[in-house]
């Protein structure tokens, strides 16, 4: 026998092209009796589908566009690597752009995966509700969206994140354990996952009745991590140095801050964790050679990357409603690693 095609598969099963490639793609228009027959069939003869040919007369292509704040971010990075393997095995490439924090430029980005016939969008939000009805009018109208990692926002879709929240207060009251009670958060402005992870701390610190003090929270304004915000942070903490109000612990709320603070804590001449002892969120390799070795949250970049594929293949290939469908989000579990930088 030759190569097995559609068109094979309905001489076969005495069926039309048209019903063949309707139960191969579940329509809900074909009974599940004749569905069952032709995926028997086409799973006994080893049918691989034609992805190209696919596209073609749908007009879409085999792209899924995937919208990041920042390539330079170790999370973002790990994520889209993984995503770009597992995509792959299912004949999807990824065409991903950073926004830089900017709705701006996310909507640039946005409005250019539509002119692409993009298949999917996979998007980590600028901010809480950034272009969100530009992305309600893409779900709806277009393509299948899902939203990773930024998942406080208004579009009513998948979305795949961690229990921010849960998982700050266990570090905070981890370090409060440890005798650690003048604690500082930093934390990027405006970011998406910035409210769930300080609600997280202050819950630890309520908990332990200590105060919640407001110079402790400490929002940095950067559009990029390569950006230098180094000399913003040290002029923060020498001014709770002058005031006799030093931390004593803190807790890094993002990737780029979680790693830059070492090296401002190393400028202003403390000592880690002698003098303040430091864990953040990063899923940086080079966590172990940092000096010291750096306390981690780790998202589960493999996990997350597995279960957005998983939904939003589905929808790329299921013709269906998305505005009446009913989704959930997914709160994944974060690997927690404390290493030097808070054994006290």
């Known amino acids: 026998m030759g190569k097995i095609n559609i068109k094979s598969i309905a001489a076969a099963l005495h069926l039309s092209p048209a019903t063949v490639s309707r139960a191969l793609n579940d329509s809900y228009e074909i009974k599940e009796e004749t569905k069952q027959r032709v995926l028997a069939y086409a799973a006994k003869h080893n ?28 999370f ?23 926004t830089q924090n900017s709705e701006k430029i996310e909507k640039e980005a946005l409005d250019f995966l539509i002119r692409q016939n993009v298949a999917g969008i996979i998007i980590s939000p600028a901010f809480e509700n950034s272009n969100t009805a530009v992305l309600r ?5 277009h393509c299948p969206v899902i939203l990773f990692d930024r998942i406080q926002h208004n579009l009513d879709t998948y979305k795949i994140g961690i229990h921010n929240s849960l998982e700050t207060f266990k570090v905070t009251e981890e370090l409060i354990k440890k005798g650690r009670t003048q604690i500082a958060f930093l934390c990027g402005k405006d970011i998406g996952n910035t409210k769930d992870r300080l609600r997280g701390y202050k819950n630890a610190l309520h908990n332990y009745g200590i105060p919640f003090r407001k110079e402790y929270v400490i929002d940095a304004d950067y559009q990029d991590p390569a950006e230098n915000i180094d000399s913003e942070l040290k002029e923060v903490f020498k001014r709770l140095q002058a005031s006799d109000h030093m931390p004593n612990a803190i807790v890094g709320g993002t990737d780029t801050l979680s790693i830059k603070i070492l090296g401002v804590l190393a400028g202003l001449h403390l000592r880690v964790p002698e003098d303040v002892a430091v864990i953040g969120f990063t899923n940086t390799d080079l966590a172990d050679y940092l000096n010291p070795a750096l306390s981690t949250i780790r998202q589960p970049t493999q996990q997350m990357a597995q279960l957005t594929l ?3 293949i589905p929808l790329i290939e299921k013709q269906q409603n998305r505005q009446n469908m009913v989704y959930e989000n997914f709160l994944l579990e974060a690997t927690t690693s404390y290493r030097k930088s808070t054994d006290i």
């Open 47 to 74: 049918y691989r589908p034609n992805p190209f040919a696919k596209h073609l007369k749908t007009g879409k292509t085999n792209l899924i566009g995937v919208v990041i704040p920042f390539l330079s971010s170790p």
């Open 137 to 141: 009018d893409i779900h709806h109208q």
């Open 310 to 312: 998983d939904l939003l």
């Open 76 to 98: 973002f990075l790990e994520f889209i690597d993984e995503l770009y393997k597992l995509a792959m095995a299912h004949h999807y490439t990824l065409l991903p752009f950073q």
